[in-house]
């Protein structure tokens, strides 16, 4: 009954997905068909390895990170595991030959989570490249269905969007990333508090990957292209909402879309895939 089991580890990642980000999941759902499980089984492997980082804090988060990264690659040597979201993932992974250097710098990018720290411009860019360039990648390994050309062609864009959600993920929790896990991203910050000024220099970098970005997803194949539009048009909004807001509330509060204005983006970029506006 293995087939049973994998079935069973399918609809775990999705329920992680769906549990986890209501934005993210609506994406998904506009994927074609095909990509909807190895997108999900992606996620669920991204969200439980950051979830060791963020929330288990009454536990040994270095001992749980380096079981679930010994775990992981010996489901994806062994084809099977008994924890249905690292057999779900190992199956994409060997299905559509996602490279062990994006897992592996993935996972470093986690590491770096278990201390507080504040990060230089050398740090910065290294944990953005694993922390969401590389998911990105694992992504488009997906899309590109084994097409290496493809890929190739589409690589700097995937990364320049990961980079972006990432960075606008930075601002909208920094609050929390501050006040609760003594992180600063952002290098701007190592010797200086948030003001406008900087404010504006992350969001003017943020705004050049939404660009590099949006030229990559105009390229993606058909059953590709809308979901991740959807997310994409939803951070954009996101980011704009979060241009508009000032310092001091960004410093004391987490900004939001309401699931109303979630939908109404989406059906936005319905109207627009509909009539080829993209």
Avoid: W
């Avoid at 489901?75 to 690292?86: C, F, H, R, V």
């Avoid at 190992?90 to 990018?109: A, G, H, M, P, W």
């Avoid at 660009?211 to 993606?220: A, D, N, P, T, V």
């Amino acid at each position: 009954m293995k087939a049973l089991f994998d079935e069973i580890s399918e609809r775990t990642s999705q329920m992680v997905t769906n549990r986890y980000s209501t934005s993210f999941s609506l994406g998904v759902k506009f994927l074609a068909k095909r990509f909807h499980n190895p997108i999900y089984a992606i996620y669920g492997f991204v969200r439980f390895a950051d979830e060791i980082v963020d929330s288990f804090h009454d536990f040994n988060k270095e001992d749980l990170l380096r079981d679930f990264k010994a775990d992981t690659y010996k489901a994806i040597d062994q084809g099977i595991s008994l924890n249905p979201i690292l057999n779900n993932f190992q199956k994409v992974v060997n299905d559509y030959q996602i490279d062990r250097y994006l897992i592996e710098t993935f996972l470093k990018s986690m590491e770096m989570d278990l201390t507080p720290r504040e990060y230089n411009q050398k740090g910065y860019e290294e944990y953005i490249l694993g922390s969401a360039e590389v998911v990105g990648l694992m992504c488009l390994k997906v899309f590109v269905e084994g097409n290496q050309d493809y890929y190739d062609e589409l690589r700097y864009s995937a990364m320049k969007l990961g980079s972006a959600f990432q960075k606008i993920n930075f601002l909208r929790d920094f609050k929390a990333d501050q006040n609760d896990l003594g992180r600063l991203y952002f290098p701007q910050l190592q010797h200086n508090n948030i003001d406008e000024r900087i404010k504006r220099e992350i969001e003017a970098d943020i705004q050049h990957d939404f660009e590099e970005g949006y030229k990559g997803i105009l390229k993606l194949p058909k059953g590709a292209r809308f979901g991740v539009y959807v997310a994409y048009t939803y951070y954009c909004n996101l980011f704009k909402k979060i241009a508009t807001t000032p310092v001091s509330r960004i410093m004391d509060e987490r900004i939001r879309i309401p699931n109303n204005e979630k939908y109404a983006l989406l059906f936005g970029s319905y109207i627009k895939h509909s009539f080829n506006l993209l």
